[in-house]
Nanobody
Protein backbone atom coordinates (compact mmCIF):
# COMPACT_ATOMS: atom_id res chain seq x y z
CA UNK A 1 0.00 0.00 0.00
CA UNK A 2 1.40 3.37 -1.03
CA UNK A 3 1.46 6.06 1.61
CA UNK A 4 2.34 9.73 1.28
CA UNK A 5 3.19 11.65 4.43
CA UNK A 6 3.90 15.36 4.74
CA UNK A 7 5.57 17.14 7.65
CA UNK A 8 7.11 20.48 8.50
CA UNK A 9 4.18 22.86 8.44
CA UNK A 10 3.72 25.54 11.04
CA UNK A 11 3.12 29.20 11.77
CA UNK A 12 5.58 31.91 10.77
CA UNK A 13 5.64 35.63 10.31
CA UNK A 14 5.71 37.28 6.93
CA UNK A 15 9.17 37.00 5.42
CA UNK A 16 9.95 33.83 7.31
CA UNK A 17 10.83 30.37 6.03
CA UNK A 18 9.63 26.81 6.41
CA UNK A 19 10.76 23.49 5.03
CA UNK A 20 8.18 20.87 4.18
CA UNK A 21 9.05 17.22 3.76
CA UNK A 22 7.21 14.47 1.93
CA UNK A 23 7.96 10.79 2.26
CA UNK A 24 6.46 8.18 -0.05
CA UNK A 25 6.45 4.56 1.06
CA UNK A 26 5.30 1.40 -0.65
CA UNK A 27 6.10 2.62 -4.17
CA UNK A 28 9.10 1.35 -6.10
CA UNK A 29 8.83 3.28 -9.35
CA UNK A 30 11.83 5.24 -10.60
CA UNK A 31 12.05 8.89 -11.65
CA UNK A 32 8.62 9.45 -10.15
CA UNK A 33 6.91 12.77 -10.68
CA UNK A 34 6.07 14.31 -7.31
CA UNK A 35 4.38 17.57 -6.55
CA UNK A 36 3.30 20.00 -3.88
CA UNK A 37 -0.11 21.59 -3.89
CA UNK A 38 -1.91 23.94 -1.56
CA UNK A 39 -5.49 24.70 -0.78
CA UNK A 40 -7.24 27.41 1.16
CA UNK A 41 -10.69 26.58 2.50
CA UNK A 42 -13.27 27.37 -0.13
CA UNK A 43 -10.76 27.56 -2.94
CA UNK A 44 -9.53 25.07 -5.48
CA UNK A 45 -6.34 23.18 -4.88
CA UNK A 46 -3.47 24.78 -6.79
CA UNK A 47 -0.13 23.44 -7.87
CA UNK A 48 2.89 24.92 -6.13
CA UNK A 49 5.86 22.92 -7.45
CA UNK A 50 6.71 19.58 -9.00
CA UNK A 51 9.84 17.55 -9.60
CA UNK A 52 10.74 14.60 -11.80
CA UNK A 53 13.72 12.73 -13.12
CA UNK A 54 15.66 12.82 -9.90
CA UNK A 55 15.46 16.59 -9.89
CA UNK A 56 16.46 17.16 -13.50
CA UNK A 57 13.15 18.90 -14.14
CA UNK A 58 11.24 21.16 -11.79
CA UNK A 59 8.11 23.23 -12.25
CA UNK A 60 6.74 26.11 -10.20
CA UNK A 61 3.64 28.21 -9.99
CA UNK A 62 4.38 31.80 -11.03
CA UNK A 63 3.36 33.01 -7.58
CA UNK A 64 6.19 31.13 -5.87
CA UNK A 65 9.02 31.30 -8.41
CA UNK A 66 12.18 32.65 -6.84
CA UNK A 67 10.86 32.06 -3.31
CA UNK A 68 10.16 28.32 -3.10
CA UNK A 69 12.48 25.49 -4.01
CA UNK A 70 11.56 21.85 -4.56
CA UNK A 71 14.24 19.22 -4.23
CA UNK A 72 14.65 15.50 -3.87
CA UNK A 73 16.39 13.81 -0.98
CA UNK A 74 19.21 11.34 -1.25
CA UNK A 75 16.51 8.74 -0.77
CA UNK A 76 14.49 9.28 -3.93
CA UNK A 77 11.22 8.70 -2.12
CA UNK A 78 11.61 11.96 -0.21
CA UNK A 79 10.87 15.40 -1.59
CA UNK A 80 11.36 18.74 0.13
CA UNK A 81 9.75 22.10 -0.41
CA UNK A 82 11.72 25.06 0.93
CA UNK A 83 9.45 28.05 1.44
CA UNK A 84 11.25 31.39 1.72
CA UNK A 85 10.07 34.99 1.89
CA UNK A 86 6.66 33.77 2.94
CA UNK A 87 3.61 35.96 2.46
CA UNK A 88 0.20 35.75 4.14
CA UNK A 89 -1.27 34.58 0.83
CA UNK A 90 0.98 31.50 1.01
CA UNK A 91 -1.08 30.26 3.94
CA UNK A 92 -3.07 27.09 3.41
CA UNK A 93 -2.92 23.35 3.63
CA UNK A 94 -0.03 21.93 1.64
CA UNK A 95 -0.39 18.51 0.08
CA UNK A 96 2.22 16.24 -1.39
CA UNK A 97 1.32 14.04 -4.35
CA UNK A 98 3.17 11.25 -6.11
CA UNK A 99 2.92 9.47 -9.45
CA UNK A 100 1.49 11.55 -12.25
CA UNK A 101 -1.47 10.04 -14.09
CA UNK A 102 -0.35 11.53 -17.38
CA UNK A 103 2.76 10.86 -19.39
CA UNK A 104 4.22 14.29 -18.72
CA UNK A 105 4.90 15.45 -15.19
CA UNK A 106 4.31 19.10 -16.05
CA UNK A 107 0.84 18.57 -17.52
CA UNK A 108 -0.20 16.37 -14.60
CA UNK A 109 1.08 19.08 -12.26
CA UNK A 110 -0.98 21.73 -14.05
CA UNK A 111 -4.08 19.51 -13.77
CA UNK A 112 -3.38 18.34 -10.20
CA UNK A 113 -3.65 14.86 -11.67
CA UNK A 114 -1.76 12.49 -9.40
CA UNK A 115 -2.45 9.00 -8.14
CA UNK A 116 -1.36 9.24 -4.52
CA UNK A 117 -1.98 12.09 -2.10
CA UNK A 118 -1.01 12.84 1.46
CA UNK A 119 -3.25 14.24 4.18
CA UNK A 120 -1.63 17.67 4.09
CA UNK A 121 0.26 19.91 6.48
CA UNK A 122 -0.87 23.38 7.51
CA UNK A 123 1.10 26.54 6.82
CA UNK A 124 0.05 29.82 8.39
CA UNK A 125 1.81 33.08 7.60
CA UNK A 126 0.91 36.14 9.65
CA UNK A 127 1.55 39.74 8.69
Amino acid sequence: QVQVAESGGGSVQEGGSLRLSCAVSGYTGKNTCMGWFRQVAGNQREGVAAIVGGGSNTYYADSVKGRFNISQGAAKNIVYLQLNSLKPEDSGKYYCAAVARGILCRSSFLRSDFVYWGQGTQVAVSS
